[in-house]
């Protein structure tokens, strides 16, 4: 996981040393919640969102 990643999960409240599962599901979370724009696009904290569960997908 890269340093802006792991940056942005502390600054979203989810340990990156958690297991990846629980990191999964805040993470998406808070993408569904807070990081898509009035067309449903991602905006910048949802494009890493989406960075680090294409990380997480392919471990």
């Known amino acids: 996981m890269s340093e802006e990643q792991i940056k942005f999960l502390e600054r979203i409240g989810v340990d990156p040393k958690a297991d990846l599962d629980v990191i999964e599901e805040k993470v998406g979370d808070y993408l569904t919640l807070n990081c898509l724009d009035e067309n449903y696009k991602p905006t910048a904290d949802g494009l890493?969102?989406?960075?680090?569960?294409?990380y997480i997908s392919i471990q």
Not at 48 to 54: F, R
């Open 48 to 54: 890493l969102c989406e960075s680090i569960l294409d």
